[in-house]
């Protein structure tokens, strides 16, 4: 399901798309030069940020969105309320699959991902969307 894209108004969402974009120049992206940021909002309202940290063993790098959970999680932290992703690119990127599965740890289905272009393109969508059929504790139950 392909969500459509939007322009976000609200202040809080800006606050985020803003965070991101600042933190997004940080990345460590040598090989790829594919630089990406994100920030998220916690439950306590803190904004925390994180960038794609490559490395020459490829897949040993570190996604944006990971950066901002471990962030977040070190501070105390432990529910996401939103979450904003940029990158230069001539379409909103999307959390990869590792990242959806991260951030559905510590987000409810109903969160808003806003995935945004340096160029302003925006894509709104909610976790359930974004991860339809998430792996969770409830799978672990007996």
């Known amino acids: 399901m392909k969500a459509p894209l939007v322009n976000q108004t609200s202040s809080a969402s800006k606050a985020l798309i803003e965070a991101a974009k600042t933190i997004r120049p940080n990345a460590y992206a040598p090989y790829s030069k594919f630089q990406v940021g994100a920030a998220l909002r916690s439950e306590s309202g803190k904004i925390y940020s994180g960038v794609n940290v490559e490395n020459v063993a490829?897949?040993?790098?570190?996604?944006?969105?990971?950066?901002?959970?471990?962030?977040?999680?070190?501070?105390?932290?432990?529910?996401?309320?939103?979450?904003?992703?940029?990158?230069?690119?001539?379409?909103?990127?999307?959390?990869?699959?590792?990242?959806?599965?991260?951030?559905?740890?510590?987000?409810k289905d109903d969160v808003t991902v806003i995935m945004t272009t340096t160029s302003g393109k925006e894509q709104s969508i909610l976790v359930g969307q974004l991860l339809p059929g998430a792996f969770t504790l409830d799978h672990m139950e007996s």
């Open 58 to 107: 490829y897949p040993e790098g570190t996604c944006a969105e990971a950066g901002a959970i471990a962030a977040m999680i070190a501070a105390g932290d432990q529910e996401i309320k939103e979450i904003a992703v940029i990158a230069d690119s001539p379409s909103p990127v999307p959390p990869c699959g590792g990242c959806r599965q991260k951030i559905r740890e510590f987000a």
